[in-house]
C-alpha cells in the first residue's frame, strides 16, 4: 500500500532552469509533508517541509506547494545548480497509533551544466 | 559529531552469517527507526523504537530480524542467517519526539556474498 507515490523515478533538468518534482499521496489524513534529498552513499538530509494549513512555503531556492484537494505536492528548485543532483523523497508522517514516516520510492534529480 | 551515527558503513556477510548493525541516535533524540533501501527502491520502514521498547515493527521481516535500544548504547539492528536478499543499504534515523523531523545516519551497506 503505498500511500506516498512519486511517479517519475528520474528527471533531468539544465543548470539555471526550475526543476519540479511531484509526489502524490492518497491519505487524506496526512497533515505534514517533508522532502529529503540523498546523494550516493549518504543518507537522506532534510530539505524542506509544509504544513497541510499552508499551501506553499519557501527557503531560498527550494519551494514546497501544497494543493490539498489534489492530495499533491511538488517541490521547486529555481534556478538548479549541478550540486542539486541526487535522490529527492518526500514523506508524510502516518499516525496510525504510532508515527512513522512514509515515504515515496524517490526521483533521482540531474542537472546538467 | 552530534548527528546520528552508524557502523559500519559497509558489512559483508557469508549467507548464514550474522549482521549486526549499529546506530547511536543524535544528542537527545529519544526515538530511533530503522529503514530499509533496496537496489532501485525507496526507503522501506522496519522498525521504531524508543529506549528499552520497541513502538512499531510493523515493517519487520517475521523471522530472523530482530531489533532493540537498550537503556544503555547503540540501537541494534540484528539479522540472523542472512541470506542474498538482505544485501541492501540500512539507514537509522532519530527523532526528539514523535512525528518530529527525522534525522538519518550514513547508513550501513550490507552485502551477501
Known amino acids: 500500500d503505498q500511500q506516498v507515490k512519486q511517479n517519475s523515478p528520474s528527471l533531468s533538468v539544465q543548470e539555471g532552469r526550475i526543476s519540479i518534482l511531484n509526489c502524490d499521496y492518497t491519505n487524506s489524513m496526512f497533515d505534514y509533508f517533508l522532502w529529503y534529498k540523498k546523494y550516493p552513499a549518504e543518507g537522506p538530509t532534510f530539505l524542506i517541509s509544509i504544513s497541510s494549513i499552508k499551501d506553499k512555503n519557501e527557503d531560498g531556492r527550494f519551494t514546497v506547494f501544497l494543493n490539498k484537494s489534489a492530495k499533491h505536492l511538488s517541490l521547486h528548485i529555481v534556478p538548479s545548480q549541478p550540486g542539486d543532483s541526487a535522490v529527492y523523497f518526500c514523506?508524510?508522517?502516518?499516525?496510525?497509533?504510532?508515527?512513522?514516516?512514509?515515504f515515496g520510492t524517490g526521483t533521482r534529480l540531474k542537472v546538467l551544466a | 559529531n552530534a548527528g546520528v551515527m552508524q557502523n559500519p558503513r559497509h558489512l559483508v556477510r557469508r549467507r548464514g552469517q550474522e549482521a549486526r548493525l549499529r546506530c547511536s541516535p543524535m544528542?537527545?533524540?529519544?526515538?530511533v527507526y530503522w529503514y530499509r533501501q533496496l537496489p532501485e527502491e525507496g526507503l522501506k520502514f522496519m522498525v521504531y523504537l524508543q529506549k528499552e521498547n520497541i513502538i512499531d515493527e510493523s515493517g519487520m521481516p517475521k523471522e530472523r530480524f530482530s531489533a532493540e535500544f537498550p537503556k544503555e548504547g547503540p540501537s541494534i539492528l540484528r539479522i540472523q542467517q542472512v541470506v542474498r536478499g538482505d544485501s541492501a543499504a540500512y539507514f537509522c534515523?532519530?527523532?526528539?519526539?514523535?512525528?518530529?523531523?527525522?534525522?538519518f545516519g550514513s547508513g550501513t551497506q550490507l552485502s551477501v556474498l
Open positions: 514523506a508524510a508522517p502516518r499516525f496510525s497509533g504510532t508515527y512513522k514516516y512514509i
Open positions: 544528542k537527545g533524540h529519544s526515538h
Open positions: 534515523a532519530s527523532s526528539q519526539g514523535a512525528g518530529e523531523k527525522l534525522f
